[in-house]
């Protein structure tokens, strides 16, 4: 505020004194005007009159040119002080008498025309020329000068009168108006003060009295009306700072929040809290089953929840108009809900909550829900609080749908983690698929010989020990679990199921030969370390005999038992255990096999996931493959896998198989001795052990056999057989081969001879056939390492074109 | 006032003074238009003839005026009646007249005149004394070249005549002036 600008009390008084000085000096003034006009004409008046007497006077003097006579008439004028000089003139203009007052100043002209009557002011007098006639007879002329220092001593005496005059009422009017502008000045002031007091203590409910003068009512009027604005845009703008407040709490706190249960609790418990709502509660709606259910109930609105059946999972009736309305996006406050017949505005209702609000919980034209809020008094939600749960409502709309949103997203990022983590396992198991082809081409290659001189060895040398007939048996069963293994290798990154060749096996059987397998495992290994694992066998005392993969079958033993030795560091038992078992009178009976430990066991969350591929507790020791093929084997078999474990006390593992049916075939029967018809073979092949071994052994079976190093030598050789009229019954090849392989020989042969038959020997040999890749020109497929058996079979089902043709598949290992 | 037109004012001024004094009125001159100027001061008796008759001035005796007082008359009128001059050598010659001056060639048969025109309305002047006990009504008196009046009131009272004031006043009286 200006403080140097002038007070209303100072400015009325100014006012009213410039007013009354100015209509006084007005008044004065004209008073003076009119007093000096006056004057001077009454002057004018009087020296005329005047004159004239002194001229009647002196017309005998003049006209008897009496001079003293005339300036005894002329004397007269003393008894006028403001006559200063006056003078008769002759008719000739000649000065006749002349009169002088002691104040006199200036001269008196010695002559005057008769013709210059009349009155003039000079500077400081009034001079009158008189025409001086007797009768009708001009006989002279008198010169009057009337001296005006009176009328300035006048004027004088009026200006001081004026002065006096204007200062005294002046005073006069100061004083009054001192006292009368109160009148005025006071309400302004008051209004003022009250003003100022107003926005020091922001109370807006103050008002200001009337003070009696109508137009400073009307001010008075206009400011109370003006503060009672202000008052009620203060109020609501209290409210909507309250509600700002409240939202802005509220979107912070469901912004510390992820999952939509809690966003929804903090909200309606906030509401109750800090609106206060007596009844809050947000229920989700379900856009396909069209059901709209209780989600999140106010920590204080449980009790009327619980009456109203509305608890946390309670679905609501959608009545048709305020539930329906909410539903399409509106917001609908029913003031008493009492009045409106829906069910559920009647139940609130008969809770005594009469003001209801349901705000549609809309985000991105999704409805995601409705927040119910409700208070006890009638009409109690103004529209900016209808205003205020509608902002809120599009909040919590909004975090629904981030929530819903995050969680999507969290879903697919745990997705595509898993899917990478497997893509990698995948891709890893791939690279090392190729890796374990190559080497269980080496493999097969390398235990050819072993395989075919064990073969040979138990059939040709009738005199060996019992003992060495034993070990040359282990060691032929070892080579072909070698040769399973190896085969199944490729299990890992191939796809489709593994072609299943089942046997009738006996399971008691099986047992043995795992735990021999694995002896070097539980036994020898633990105890470099001290630890002592002590093995208990448990075989059923019938043979438990179940139709398997006799090679899988082993090796998932083989893995339980890792497994069991892995999980008892500090030793302990581990138990292998057969039965038959027949639940109930008339069900299948049923073998159950199980390998036990006393180890470190499986928590919950390990059991639930250790079958996953993959999925391992022994770090980069273990692959996480061990169970995982012994599930993927018990799937194959249509069998059942069952797991008990406790952690610390350790885990049972059961495979549950049918038992087979009907009785046990006789034992297998002796290795027939085929008929020795001398054959001429050639074996091409680049590998000089298998080649060696092979040719001992068909030599031993009394076949003349030709070897050729290499694919391009096999050819050769075939040829040149062919020439010199020597021709080959059968042509063995190896497939793989540098620069020239089987299949070119294959060809070759066939090209050159078509009637000869083709064997080609694989590492690979299983999968070729599995895949249905058998190559054109080849006549059978054999697998390394060979069996002397297959091997003789092939020789006599090829050379007898008129001998029954068994398939290769349907030969069993 | 640029100072030499001053001057030459002043000695204007002066010259016409000079000029003034040697053409000064003589005596008769003066009297002459005295004499007019009595028509003023004078109320003379209304009478029924005064409409168609002039206001006449007369001179007894030898004319000491010359022309002075014709050319004083000359388109004067009184009260509307022409002003003439009459010259009456001798009394006998006397005819009626509201002036008669009485030359002093003519002052021995003042006492006759005089008393013949009592209660006439004629204001009678003179110059000289007239013998007594008769005495006229104006008579001019020479006092240092000023010419003075004397008025007989009594007479002037005697010859139906009113005579101003203003006349009065600088004028030396003779007689007595009635009271009120």
Known sequence: MNTTAPAIRGQLIKMVLITSSAVLLLTVTSLFVYDFLTFRQNSVQQLDTLGRAIAANATAALAFDNADDARNVLTAFEVEPHIAQAALYKMSGARFAAYSSHAATGEIPTRLKPEATGFHFEHSSLVGVLPVTEGSRRLGTLYVQSDLRAIYDRIRLYAGIVALVVCASGLLAYALSRRLQHRISSPILALAQMANAISTRQDYSVRAAAAGVFELDQLTEAFNHMVGAIQTSEARLRVQLGHLSLLQHITSAIGERQDLHSINQVVVTTLERSMPIEFGCIARYDATSRLLTVASLGVASQSCGAQLGLLPGAEIVLDENGLATCLEGQLVYEPDSGQVPLPLLQRLAALNLKSVV??????????????????????????????FLKQLSEHVALAARQAELNSALQTAYDDLRRSQQTTVQQERLRALGQIASGIAHDINNAISPVSLYTESLLEREPNLSERARSYL??????IGDVAGTVARMREFYRQREPQLSLSRIDLNVTVQQALQLTHARWSDLPQQKGVMIEVKTELAPLPAEVMVAEGEMRDALTNLIFN???????GGT??????RVKPEADAAERVHVEVGDTGVGMDEATQRRCLEPFFTTKGERGSGLGLAMVYGMISRHSAELQLESTPGRGSLFRLVFAAA?????AAEAEPVIFERRPLRILLVDDDPLLIGSLQEVLLADGHDVIVANGGQAGIDTFAEATRSRQPFSIVITDLGMPYVDGRRVAAAVKAAAPATPVVLLTGWGQRLIADGEVPPHVDRVLNKPPRLMELRSALRDLTIPAGPLKAAGGTSR | MPKFVRQAGWILALLLSIAARASAPDEYQVEAVFLLHFTQFVEWPVQASDAQTPFVIGVLGRDPFGSALDDAVRGETVKGRPLVVKRFAVA?????????????????????????????????VSNVEVPAPADVIIRFLNEDRRIRLRINVDYARNAGLTISSKLLRPAQVVGTIPAG
């Open chain 1, 661 to 665: 049916a009907g009785v046990a075939p």
């Open chain 1, 358 to 387: 349901m705000a549609p919980l809309v985000a991105e034209k999704t409805l995601f829900g409705v927040l119910i809020a409700a208070r006890r008094e009638a009409n109690a939600y103004t529209s900016p609080d209808c205003e």
């Open chain 1, 473 to 478: 048996t282990t060691i032929q069963r070892a």
């Open chain 1, 564 to 570: 069991a030795v892995d999980a008892m560091p500090e």
């Open chain 2, 92 to 124: 006998g010659d006397l005819k009626p007249c509201q002036i008669l001056f009485i030359d002093r060639s003519a002052v021995s048969e003042a006492d006759q005149v005089i008393g013949s025109l009592a209660h006439s309305g004629t204001l009678t």
């Open chain 1, 574 to 579: 581990l138990t292998v255990r057969t039965r």
